[in-house]
């Protein structure tokens, strides 16, 4: 098996066989330490890098939390889909704990905006709201740059 | 398949939403770009985190990637930037000055300053990886030697180093292997012990 | 590109009683100005009952807009703009957690840069002079044509264009959200230091890629949305979880009608339990409603009314393709 990491990385294994050799790759945690290391070596016989780098956990940790790219034309079907129940709750901070503060720093001076308390919510919410908000925020928040196209297939 | 149908292999299952795809990408190129960016950087940790930062960047913006030009490119491209934004808004000034620097210091033109420097090593550790390889490489045994010189160095394909060394492909796949092997046995010592060391 | 915008303007908006082409012209000034004129200022935002004071520098230098906040009351936080990545700095977790919060809207930013869509769902209303921080100004109304959705006023500066004060309406006239400049000048700072973040923590916000993902997308996801209200055109759409650890994958699509940014997330939910739909009020002008369809919780979060919003989120069908 370990070969075919080396036979993938020179390009000589056909489209087919290429695939499998990924998905092992991105399956055994070995196989994966030899892609980088022999890559590594390449580099380092090639001189033309800085070898004293790791990024992989870090870059791989982020990735972790990123939403899941999908480009149009290949989109297929959803990947790793989790069965599990109900959300986890969210971030360590609640809204709670943040608005109790908003609350308790109002000023002296008379504000025009009209009161509006956060209600206790009557029914339970299937997931902790500061997810969906973090998660809208995360895309929508500084609109001014998102530059929008929009196509005539879209059904609304 | 070349090295480019790998990478559009690889960039393809990511844009499916295979994540660790990607991953297979960051451990291939992220000591290139880290060699890149360290000519606009100076300090260690901020070549690591304008590295990362170009991955994840990169990654975003994998819907946008269409394999006009080769993964590499775009991904410099995207480091370049990453690098630049770094620069703005961080005090730290680039490693390369321009001759005339304007009042702001922010507008400086990135393609020119890319001379091919012999940045100084610094780096022991840097320096103590590539000693390692070159030393493993050279008490290879001959035909080994050969066989992974002509594929990293000069970049054969295994069917050229076949007819170079006059072999069946099968042997040139063997060899290849077995000379990795050999060097990853001598260097992942070093590569261990330095995980727990900061660089 | 502003006589380029004005010609598809012409071309796309038929004849308004109400708003003449300079109007729209002026809009556009005003949210060109919004985002990229140099200053140096305070601002107070008003929401929730609670006042904040925030102080803002801003650098613009073709294109690249350099800009940092910092709030002067309550936790401390500081939000910083260095081209197109917005990033959050605090000292602490909960600080860093109000920072985001912050950064939803980011005044003087009113609106997206495009703005031709904005006049499908609004009418704008050029209205009376005024004096915001020792400047004059001119107000502007955009007035939704639905009015299930807030209406926005602003009062641009006359020189600059730049806004000076806005106001989040309900359909009923009250105010839910508020910015004011209570002094600004227009002119970045000298000291460059003052662009320079203080706190360690930081989390920088996701910059939405260059091309957003469009209908391809759409057309092949197995999820179908009907019944968003009209004027609503889908801007992106993606797979992913929502932060927290052990979240299961949501589909999150993001709407926009041109000034209200709504996103409506999918998720499997086979509990029968949330069949009717019920809304909060998360943040200021945001708010959210839920509610079970079939085997979909679907969950809406964005600046409109809160009644709105259940009244939106009843009127949604979502299917999903086999």
């Known amino acids: 098996m370990k070969q075919t990491v080396s036979e993938l990385m020179d390009g000589e294994l056909e489209q087919s066989a290429a695939a499998r050799v990924i998905s092992a790759i991105e399956t055994d945690p070995s196989l994966m330490r030899d892609w980088n290391d022999y890559h590594l070596i390449g580099d380092a016989m090639r001189a033309g890098a800085k070898m004293n780098i790791d990024v992989r956990a870090g870059v791989h940790a982020r990735l972790d939390i990123e939403p899941t790219v999908l480009a149009p034309l290949r989109w297929h079907q959803r990947v790793g889909l989790c069965k599990a129940g109900a959300m986890a709750v969210a971030a360590s901070v609640s809204f709670a704990a943040v608005l109790a503060w908003h609350q308790a720093s109002v000023g002296s001076r008379t504000v025009m905006v009209a009161a509006h308390p956060v209600r206790p919510v009557s029914r339970p919410v299937q997931s902790d709201p500061d997810a969906y908000f973090l998660a809208h925020q995360e895309l929508t928040a500084d609109q001014g740059l998102v530059k929008v196209t929009y196509s005539q297939g879209v059904r609304h | 398949m070349s090295d480019r149908d790998i990478d559009q292999q690889l960039v393809a299952r990511a844009q499916r939403g295979e994540k660790r795809a990607f991953d297979l990408l960051v451990a291939k190129y992220q000591r290139r770009l880290a060699r890149l960016l360290s000519r606009f950087l100076r300090d260690n940790a901020d070549i690591e985190d304008v590295t990362q930062e170009a991955f994840v960047k990169a990654y975003r913006s994998l819907p946008a990637f269409r394999g006009e030009s080769a993964f590499y490119t775009w991904l410099y491209r995207i480091g370049i930037n990453t690098a630049k934004n770094f620069l703005s808004a961080s005090s730290r000034k680039p490693v390369i000055y321009s001759e005339v620097e304007d009042e702001d210091g922010e507008s400086f033109d990135m393609a020119s300053q890319v001379p091919d420097l012999n940045t100084p090593e610094t780096d022991l550790m840097n320096k103590q990886i590539l000693a390692t390889v070159n030393a493993a490489v050279d008490r290879l045994p001959e035909e080994l030697r050969t066989a992974i010189s002509l594929r990293e160095m000069d970049g054969l394909s295994y069917e050229e180093i076949a007819k170079v060394m006059d072999c069946p492909i099968g042997t040139v796949r063997s060899r290849i292997f077995r000379a990795r092997e050999a060097i990853a046995l001598e260097l992942r010592p070093l590569l261990d012990t330095a995980k727990n060391k900061r660089w | ?322």
């Open chain 3, 1 to 322: 590109m502003r006589t380029f915008l004005l010609g598809v303007m012409l071309a796309v908006l038929p004849l308004l009683a109400l708003a003449s082409e300079e109007d729209w012209q002026w809009l556009q000034r005003v949210t060109d100005a919004g985002r990229q004129q140099p200053l140096s200022g305070t601002y107070l935002h008003q929401m929730n009952g609670v006042l904040e004071t925030f102080h803002i520098v801003r650098s613009g230098g073709a294109g690249m807009v350099i800009e940092r906040r910092v709030a002067l009351d309550g936790l401390p936080r500081e939000i910083i703009r260095n081209g197109d990545a917005l990033t959050c700095y605090a000292p602490n977790q909960k600080s860093l957690m109000a920072a985001k919060i912050s950064s939803m809207r980011l005044f003087p930013v009113v609106m997206s840069d495009d703005i031709s869509d904005v006049s499908r769902s609004y009418t704008l209303l050029r209205q009376e002079r005024d004096r915001v921080a020792q400047r004059d100004c001119n107000w502007l109304e955009l007035k939704p044509r639905d009015p299930q959705r807030y209406i926005e006023r602003i009062c641009a500066d006359l020189g600059t264009a730049l806004p000076l004060k806005m106001m989040t309406l309900t359909p009923r006239g009250d105010v839910v959200e508020q910015y004011t400049f209570t002094e600004v000048e227009f002119s970045p700072p000298r000291d460059k230091n003052q662009f320079k973040p203080q706190f360690k923590l930081s989390s920088q916000l996701r910059n939405v890629a260059q091309e957003t993902v469009l209908a391809a997308e759409a057309a092949e996801s197995r999820i179908e949305v009907s019944g968003m209200p009209v004027g609503f055109r889908l801007i992106r759409s993606v797979q992913r979880s929502l932060s927290g650890a052990g979240g299961k994958p949501v589909h999150h699509m993001v709407y926009s009608d041109g000034l209200v940014m709504l996103s409506l997330f999918v998720e499997p939910e086979a509990s029968s339990d949330a069949q009717e739909a019920h809304g909060m009020n998360l943040h200021g002008a945001i708010n959210m409603a839920t509610m079970g369809q079939g085997e979909h919780l679907l969950t809406v979060v964005g600046d409109m009314p809160e009644s709105s919003l259940v009244l939106l989120i009843r009127s949604l069908r979502v299917t999903s393709r086999p």
